[in-house]
Every structure is written in C-alpha cells, then in structure tokens.
C-alpha cells in the first residue's frame, strides 16, 4: 500500500504567517499523496467581533446559530482555504480545496438538540472514498476545511480534528496513512507549565494512566481520542505536534496502539 | 462531440432565494455535462458596508484593494460558492466548487497599473482545460467563482462574464459548446425603459448596427463582447436572457455569428 499523509493544522498556526508559510513549504515538500485539513476559528471568531455576532462557545466547541454559518462558510471555506490553496499552487503544491459539499466530499448529521443545541453543527456519517482516492490518482492535494454538508443543501460546522480523523480512517483500505495533528507545542504534555515535559510515546497503556491521572487537559482531549479512534481503525501512525514535525527531525508525540 | 452547457448567473438572481431555488432546480436538472459561473458583487457590497471597508468601482468592475480581496474571498469562494454547491448537491446534482487556484484551473495575470489601478485584479491567461475535462468525465458539475490566482500564491478578482466566456472557449475544442448568460432581464432590449423591446436574435451585423446607434447600454457592452469573442473562438452556441431560460422556453436573445 502506498503512503498517504493526512496532516490537520490548527488555527494558531494559520493566524501566524511566519509560522504557515515554512509548514505549507514543508507540506509541499512531502512527498506521494498528502491531504490538509485546516481550522480557522480564532479568525472567524475576530470577525465575529467585528460584525458584532455574538461567540458561543461549550467546553471548546462552537455554537452555530445561521449567523455564525454564514460568517464561518466565508472564512473557512473562502478566506482560509483560498489563501493556503493560492500558496500552495505558488509552491508547486497542486491543491484543490474542499468543503464536504464539494464533490460530496464528507456527509454529516446536524448533532441533535440535547442538553445544548449546538445550531448547524454535524457529526461526520460518511466520508466519500472514491472521489478523494480519484483527486490523489490525479495528483491533487485535497485542502479540507471544517464545514460538511447533510446531503441535503445544509452546510454543517464540524470540529476540524474529527474531519482529520475520519477521513485517515476511511482511506486506510486503500492507503498506509500516517495522521498528523499540527499545533503551536511540542505535543503532549506531562505539565502544561513545563514545555520540556513532552511524552514523546503515548501508548494505550500510558493513555490510561494519562486519562487516570488527569495529566491530558481538556483541549488535548478530544485530540487524543481522535487519535486512537482512528488507530483502531486502521490507521498506521498518528503524531501531535509543531506543524515543522512533517519535515524535520524535532521532537513531538508518537501515538501508537 | 458532446453538449456542455456553461450558464453564468449574476447578482441579482444569487441574492434573491425565489429566483435562485427555481434557477438551480433547472441547472440540477440540464441533462448531460454542466458548468456553472457565479458572480456575487452585491452581496459583496453589502458586507464591505457592514465592515466599513469603502467600495470603490470604475466602469462596472470593482476596484480591489488588500482588505476588499480578502472579503471577496470569504464571500465569493465562501459563502455563495459553498452555500449553491450544498443546494445543488440537495438536487442530485454532484457540484464542486472552484476558485481559480483550486485544481490550477485558471490562471491569470495581474491586470497592470495604467489610467486607473484597478488592484487585485485579474485577466485570464489560461484555463486548465484537462482539469475541467476530468472532473467533467468523473460527472462532476463545476460551480466557478469570480476569482483567479496568477500561479505564484496571488487570488486575483476577474470578472465572471469573462471567466464563463474564456471556459467556453478553453473546453470548445472538446465540446459543443453553448454559453447561456442569465440575469435579470428577458436579454438585450431595444429600450432599457420598454421591458417588451427585447431583442430575439443578434448577428454581427446587427451588433455593428447596435453598436453604431448606441443602443447597448454600458452594462450590456462587456456581456455582448465576451459573446462574440467565444463564437469567433469556436462556442457553437450564446444565449442572454432570464435564468428561466436554461430549463423552459422563455424568450431571450440569441447571439449568432
């Protein structure tokens, strides 16, 4: 099976142009197939601000009132996606960006109202295995943002890790996948005011200890949940850490079985 | 050869759901291969107003600075791409969406600083004509924005009438060709203040004639070029009128040479 690379970038990284422009040189770089899937809530959130529509946030997550969609449409799928799409093409990158609109790309369910409503926000129901295998064959690179669709003319908010997530798990019938989570520290650490305190292996075992001992912070969370969810599933490898982990030797996390 | 249908809808019909619901049910609906071009300048318009951001046109084009490209992303590539392309594919229509710099699919070149320095604009150099052709094949229906890139990581705005007029003939080599044009009103009229004056048929001769009379108002004069360019160039068929057009019998003007 060939290689495939899923790499997620978070919005930290996309805010600072001296730290996305070396990491989308190194994602050009990479070579055989590679997909992106990028964030952008701190930006949408400053123009949340600055159009007065009020921030929703619970325990991380985005409240999604049609305001909100309309807003995070523009900067994720527009002016996010556009931007490292256009830079990319500059660096020799053949990228097309995506929606799971596009292409039917990834279908979601709007999440129901249960104890929050969190608006136009969906979980990830399928993701469409032979139109990304084709754009790979094509020697694309597909640029994922954080937006789905129900299939039926809806656009969805969806958490930009699990798209990273299901999409490395639903390729990797067809693909050795390597997942990364790219983000602003080394990768997990023992003590969030100790940033030489990096693990660099987190196996099951040590997950639980980790998870026991309440050393995993609420942000890191569902990361390592994506994580092993998608290791279980067939997943060959997934590593937390900075974006430059793709193309250097530094240091960051090992997620393995 | 096979039929494509290239219909390039404006403002207008994209801001007004009664209009724009029906006009994509007869886009989902046009049998065989199918590209839709779309503009966006009045939602533009609006959000600059909301951000403060000051609207500058010259002669119909919309003069882009550093501030106006980005909000023109986020609301061409963004908002109105994404939001026709989640419609479309509710109507069993497998749409993608497109900028210029998503797949390569059309380079342009930076317009030069002449009289008037029209920014971050635009004019086609090149279409990714195998581009287009595969995802074509692969049944895929492009939804193209008004935005370009000029290969070197540049988003440039151009203007929709010519993307979906150079589209037409880039893919006029391997296609039958027929452009469809859709607006607000029936096609060219003989007096702007007479709805009924429509004009049913123009030839060359009659657009000299026209042209000599001045009876083809400022707005109409860059759709009427583009159309004749794209029939001298190999388009087999140009069609101005309502977007009912594409999908019933409505009269509108047909362009011929």
Known sequence: ??????????????????????????????????????????KASLWAERLGIPVQMNAGRRITDTDTLELITGIYAGQVNKSIVATLQGLDCNAIGLSGADGNAIQAIKRPIAAIDFGWVGDVASVNTPFFTQLLDQGLSPVCCALTHDGKGQLLNTNADTIASQLAVALSKQFDVNLYYCFEQLGVLQSLEDLDSLIETIDTKKYKELLDQKIIHQGMLPKMKNAFDALNQGVSKVAIGKPEMISSSIKHTSITL
């Open 1 to 42: 099976m060939s290689k495939l690379s899923i790499v997620k970038v978070g919005g930290n990284v996309i805010e600072n142009e001296a730290v996305l422009l070396p990491f989308l040189q190194g994602f050009a770089n990479l070579s055989g197939p590679k997909i992106l899937v990028h964030g952008g809530g701190k």
